[in-house]
């Protein structure tokens, strides 16, 4: 069903790039994918449905193929609201819009900007490590400047585990590990067992 997803978004984004082959013209996109539409779980439908209208603003001329199945009461009168919705929506959306109107609010989505991961810079902020940078003298001239960064790492010492109890230390000096509450609540050694 992933797959499906991943399909559905990439054709209906840049099928146009290879509906030149008669193997993946428009028609053979649409069949494809729409072939998937009963298998699949409502959230892949919504992408599907997403899918078929930009597939009609790249292929005007399967426009009336996929209003077919958008106008389908299987779409309209389906128990799910998000799928009558979006097939009540795309196919007004379709049927009134112009050209010009569908090209713009079907526009291909913008190019991701590359940035740092909040996780990974919250990880940076609280490494254990530090970084020192030390100056090189440049060679070719006298004046000190910075050719290369070196760097140190400096590791910092581990911080304690407070959940952790460890071992305890019993009267006769025998480590016990982890130990058990007393009366007293406080932590010591297991109680002996009665010998049978």
């Known amino acids: 069903e992933n797959m499906v997803k991943v399909g559905a ?5 840049f099928g146009n790039l290879i509906a030149g082959d008669e193997r993946s013209g428009p028609i053979v996109q649409f069949k494809l994918l729409h072939s998937m539409f009963h298998l699949c779980s409502n959230t892949t439908k919504y992408i599907l449905l997403s899918t078929y209208i930009k597939l009609i603003n790249l292929f005007p001329e399967i426009k009336l193929d996929i209003e077919e199945v958008l106008k389908h009461d299987n779409q309209l009168r389906n128990s799910d609201a998000e799928i009558q ?23 291909e989505m913008p190019q991701f900007t590359e940035r740092e991961s909040s996780l990974l810079a919250k990880l940076k902020k609280k490494s254990n490590t530090l970084v020192k940078e030390k100056e090189i003298p440049d060679t070719d001239n006298s004046s000190t400047q910075i050719v290369a960064k070196e760097t140190e790492v400096v590791a910092k010492p581990p911080e304690p585990n407070l959940l952790d109890l460890g071992t305890v230390e019993t009267p006769d000096d025998s480590p016990v590990l982890g130990g058990t509450l007393n009366n007293h609540s406080e932590v010591g050694p297991s109680p002996p067992q009665p010998s049978a």
């Open 85 to 107: 919705q979006r097939a009540m929506e795309y196919t007004k959306l379709s049927e009134i819009a112009t050209s010009d109107l569908l090209a713009t609010v079907l526009e």
């Open 9 to 13: 978004y990439i054709l209906g984004e």
